[in-house]
């Protein structure tokens, strides 16, 4: 029986309105009171109030260790190992969670997120309660809990930047970082992180050839895993990291006695993004059934931009995704096959590639032969012509960080000033016309700014941000809430924290091993799938696609929607000024600005479905 499987069938559904919790800071101190659909359970026992909403995989291993019932719920078990170990207990919990503790003996509460904030965690800090959900909505139903939006993240939002990873886009409500517990006691509340499988100011503890045996047993591991919540689905796209979840999954199904999985193939029009080919031969490869489904059929006559505005009018939050109407469509078709779960490659472009910024640690260290190596992988990985990817190995990835470190050891104030001042000076002047805003949105700009000097180099600086970029978290939260309303788990192996932990720590030159990105699952699925080509496969981006739909229907739905009414009445936009802008991107004006007109659009729809 897979490890999960106990425990699985204790989680709760993920569909409906969500539930929040509170947990009372006065007399008595601890009590927690539950609201909304499919709460999840509390158990209490030895003075702890427990909450656990999530999956526990390594549920009898501490049944036993705990000296529990084989029966035990996941929140048993994580009461009684709280009780043994206080907040030690999150070292050894191993799932997708979020938790809550009222502890009367210590007299505090505390909340803990998963590893990798698969499941979110969202908190209002009131003066006799902490209310906590994985949802924003039911925190917005809370009394006395206010919906005013966020004023200055919403701005920052339209300039891709997020300076304060517990900042949500309403005013009183937080977000709970992944892998971090936030206590709170009668001296006030403190947050700390729990989970760092590399830990920044420490070398790196790089695999060892036996850790570097297991990678496949660990990636075995991770799907099988998200196959224990029930019948199986696929998105399946043309890329190593779904293909090689697939293959894993296929496998993992038959040993085991489980339904094959389903593929779950979206059908791009574009030439340059279509994988119909490659999907169709993996599906009959793995001899799995295939649902194709076009990408015109997926958004039933309207245009995509229209079905996201549609979309995001519904979710509590600003939508990320545009793409999300047509894998909802592909999901409903999943469910209608009995599919409960469905798997994604997500992650893998964070944990299976090398970050181009290895390009300064080599030159920096004078590796000619390296940089030319690495050079090389990236032309023959990702489609782009030879110029670009020279010139961004060489400079933007290369002596431009160097360049920038020079000035910083040489003159770090001056040099901190001046990126910060580059930075402001590239906000749109569009954005925030209203001055008080603007200089919020200032005084934070360099708030997150990247140290020009990384002690342990540029590589392992940049691949942190796939676990500290707010992000990440933003993203799984929205893969989280996209699934809780169609009812169906939407799970990420590659995003699972034991696989993590040692795709963190593998050296890049055998990241990229065979001289190409993704080695580490390339070749394994080159000799499983023969007559696909995947030994000299480069990377798909549907950016060209993209950038079509932007210009193609953006006109139509920008006249529809006669103006940002709500963005300019809230001084987030100066609409006159954005008005012309718009225009000139229709025009086909400064092409690599496209993506700010569904960052407008987007915002916009959301902002006029709100009650704030």
């Known amino acids: 029986m897979p490890e999960a499987a106990l425990t699985a069938e204790r989680s709760q559904a993920i569909a409906g309105a969500g539930w929040v919790a509170s947990l009372s800071r006065s007399i008595p101190l601890g009590s927690i009171r539950t609201d909304g659909e499919q709460a999840p359970e509390i158990v209490t026992v030895h003075g702890l109030s427990v909450l656990f909403d999530g999956a526990l995989y390594n549920g009898p291993e501490l049944a036993r260790e705990l000296s529990l019932s084989a029966a035990a719920s996941p929140c048993a078990i994580a009461a009684a190992a709280w009780h043994r170990w206080g907040a030690g207990a999150l070292d050894r919990l191993k799932g997708i969670f979020l938790l809550a503790v009222a502890d009367r003996a210590s007299e505090s509460i505390a909340i803990a997120r998963d590893p990798l904030g698969v499941y979110p965690g969202f908190y209002v800090l009131a003066p006799d309660a902490l209310h906590v959900s994985t949802s924003v909505a039911p925190l917005l139903n809370v009394a006395g809990v206010s919906r005013a939006v966020n004023r200055i993240a919403l701005a920052d939002h339209l300039c891709h ?80 990291d779904s293909i090689s979840v697939a293959a894993f999954a296929t496998d993992i199904a038959r040993r085991s006695g489980q339904r094959d999985p389903l593929a779950l193939s979206l059908v791009f029009p574009d030439p340059t993004c279509n994988e119909e080919v490659v999907q169709r031969g993996v599906a009959n490869g793995l001899g799995i059934d295939q649902v194709l489904l076009s990408f015109e059929e997926a958004l039933g006559g309207r245009g995509l931009i229209e079905a996201a505005t549609a979309l995001i009018a519904e979710w509590p939050v600003p939508m990320l995704n545009l793409w999300n109407p047509a894998y909802a469509a592909l999901s409903a078709r999943g469910q209608a096959r009995g599919c409960r779960t469905i798997l994604t490659g997500n992650g893998g472009d964070e944990w299976l590639a090398v970050s181009p910024f290895l390009a300064a640690d080599l030159i920096k260290s004078l590796d000619v032969v390296g940089f030319v190596r690495f050079a090389a992988t990236l032309k023959r990985s990702y489609r782009a012509s030879r110029l670009s990817l020279w010139r961004g190995a060489v400079w933007t990835f290369g002596l431009r960080p160097l360049m920038s470190a020079a000035l910083g050891r040489m003159a770090p104030g001056w040099w901190r000033r001046s990126r910060e001042q580059r930075l402001i000076a590239s906000t749109p002047g569009w954005i925030a016309p209203d001055r008080a805003l603007r200089a919020q949105m200032d005084a934070r700009a360099g708030r997150n700014l990247a140290d020009p000097n990384p002690p342990t180099g540029f590589y392992r600086r940049d691949a942190r941000t796939a676990l500290d970029h707010p992000l990440m978290a933003i993203e799984l939260e929205e893969h989280f809430e996209f699934s809780r309303r169609l009812g169906v788990r939407l799970l990420h192996p590659y995003w699972d924290a034991d696989l993590v932990d040692l795709l963190a720590r593998i050296p890049p030159h055998l990241l990229n091993r065979g001289g190409r990105a993704k080695g580490m699952v390339r070749h394994t699925l080159a000799r499983r799938f023969p007559g696909l080509g995947f030994e000299r496969h480069k990377k798909v981006a549907a950016t060209s696609f993209y950038h079509r739909i932007l210009l193609e229907e953006g006109p139509r739905l920008w006249r529809a929607m006669d103006g940002v009414r709500e963005l300019a009445r809230l001084e987030i936009v100066d609409g006159r000024m954005l008005e012309s802008t718009v225009h000139a991107l229709f025009a086909g004006a400064q092409p690599q600005q496209l993506y700010r007109l569904w960052d407008v659009l987007g915002l916009e729809a959301w902002l006029r479905a709100q009650r704030y």
């Open 161 to 240: 930047r997020w300076p304060d990873p517990e900042e949500t886009y309403f005013e009183q409500i937080r977000r709970l970082p992944p892998a971090n517990v936030v206590t709170i006691t009668s001296r006030g509340a403190s947050r700390r992180q729990y989970w760092d499988p590399d830990p920044i100011d420490q070398p790196t503890r790089w695999a060892t050839q036996e850790e570097l045996d297991q990678f496949e047993t660990v990636l075995d591991r991770a799907i099988s895993r998200a196959m224990a919540f029930g019948p199986t689905g696929i998105f399946l796209s043309g890329g190593f």
